[in-house]
T-cell receptor, first 112, second 113 residues
């Protein structure tokens, strides 16, 4: 078990382009979370999956954002038509029937 | 709605001195409480957690925290800090059911030689 894995670690993209991030949770963890962390702030909740079902989405998650978790395993977070305000660290976490979540190393997105 | 307040954005302290990082929360329902540490360009590492039971919780790297329900606080303490403790520390609450986290804005601990 290597923990929660996120790819890529860093992404630089031009404004208006689409980007996709991947998160591989700890195997058999049924819950998966996405958070966004901007500079100098704490992580903010974006969305949450239990198995393959997306059960909650934050109002922070605009229509340009979409997340999936096919087959209840890995998850992807896509941002369409990126804006400079999307620049942030995107963190993925997973858990199994408990309140304790394990975080990945994050994907740092820079929109230029 | 739930919220977490970390009163100190930065805390400088000399090596081997004690430190306390403050965390207060607001919630109308029972929550679970956590402290995470984040090193530059890294994810979050769990220091300790309060789920139930004893209000004094011991974590990794010599850290401990005390849950105070009447004051809605969960302050983090370490009796003697090291240079390697320099990092950002986040307090968080987790809601029963979804277990999603609500984080504070973080406290930057800087340990001085």
């Amino acid at each position: 078990d290597t923990g929660v894995s996120q790819n890529p670690r860093h992404k630089i993209t031009k404004r208006g382009q689409n980007v996709t991030f991947r998160c591989d949770p700890i195997s058999e963890h049924n819950r998966l979370y996405w958070y966004r962390q901007t500079l100098g702030q704490g992580p903010e909740f974006l969305t949450y999956f239990q198995n393959e079902a997306q059960l909650e989405k934050s109002r922070l998650l605009s229509d340009r954002f979409s997340a999936e978790r096919p087959k209840g395993s890995f998850s992807t977070l896509e941002i369409q038509r990126t804006e400079q305000g999307d620049s942030a660290m995107y963190l993925c976490a997973s858990s199994f029937r408990s309140a304790e979540a394990f975080f990945g190393q994050g994907t740092r997105l820079t929109v230029v | 709605a739930q919220s977490v307040t970390q009163l100190d954005s930065q805390v400088p302290v000399f090596e081997e001195a004690p430190v306390e990082l403050r965390c207060n929360y607001s919630s109308s329902v029972s929550v679970y409480l956590f402290w995470y540490v984040q090193y530059p360009n890294q994810g979050l590492q769990l220091l300790l957690k309060y789920l139930s039971g004893s209000t004094l919780v011991k974590g990794i790297n010599g850290f401990e925290a005390e849950f105070n329900k009447s004051q809605t606080s969960f302050h983090l303490r370490k009796p003697s800090v090291h240079i390697s403790d320099t990092a950002e520390y986040f307090c968080a609450v987790s809601l029963s059911g979804t277990y999603k986290y609500i984080f504070g804005t973080g406290t930057r601990l800087k340990v001085l030689a």
